[in-house]
């Protein structure tokens, strides 16, 4: 995988999001976020995360889609169960997937920080194939930018966000990128 100088992975399905400005400086790029999402919660493979992600989720669609309505989030980059890489906001630019957050004393985590969504959630394993692109992009993100920390989002959000939750294998992905070194 490879991160081209615009912040796309070159070959990665582009859906842009809205829900994105400019960095408050674009050589600061040094903390990954590590997400998970799923919607309608807990399932997986529909449309919802890529209309949440454009401002096109329809409210009554499902009922928890009603709490979601005005909504602007997005992230990086969304890796479905399936493997598929999707872009959603150029790395240059900054997503805005962590909300109020710090890390080591640094506030608006969304500043410094890139956002990749996993499908999933709290409650459900991941596949084999989502670590196996997780390696590979974070590899492909760590050779373009200067990232020195990789956290969940419940690390820099610990009052509001769980994710990714219990069943992320935070120690077989920490050993596989290392193992790749």
């Known amino acids: 995988m490879l ?19 400019e ?8 903390l990954l976020v590590i997400h998970a999402i799923s919607l309608p919660p807990e399932e997986f493979g529909g449309e919802g995360v890529i209309e949440l992600f454009t401002n096109q989720i329809n409210p009554q669609a499902h009922p928890y889609y ?3 309505a005005g909504l602007k989030v997005s992230s990086h980059f969304f890796i479905r169960r399936n493997g598929e890489i999707i872009q959603f906001v ?7 997937h962590a909300g109020i957050s710090c890390w080591q004393g640094r506030t608006c985590c969304n500043d410094f920080s890139i956002g990749i969504e996993l499908e999933g959630s709290d409650n459900q394993p991941f596949e084999p194939i989502q670590y196996t692109r997780l390696i590979e992009l974070t590899q492909a993100l760590q050779v373009a930018y200067p990232i020195n920390d ?3 989002h419940a690390d820099i959000a610990p009052q509001r966000k769980t994710d990714p939750g219990p069943c992320f294998d935070w120690q077989g992905y920490r ?3 290392e193992a790749t070194r």
Do not use: F, K, M, T
Request: proline share 9%; aromatic share 4%.
């Open 150 to 152: 990789i956290v969940g």
């Open 3 to 21: 991160i081209d100088a615009d912040g796309h992975l070159v070959h990665a399905r582009y859906i842009p999001s809205p829900n994105c400005d």
């Open 23 to 30: 960095r408050p400086d674009r050589n600061d790029i040094s």
């Open 66 to 68: 009603q709490e979601l």
């Open 90 to 96: 150029p790395c240059i630019l900054r997503a805005w």
């Open 175 to 177: 050993e596989a990128l």
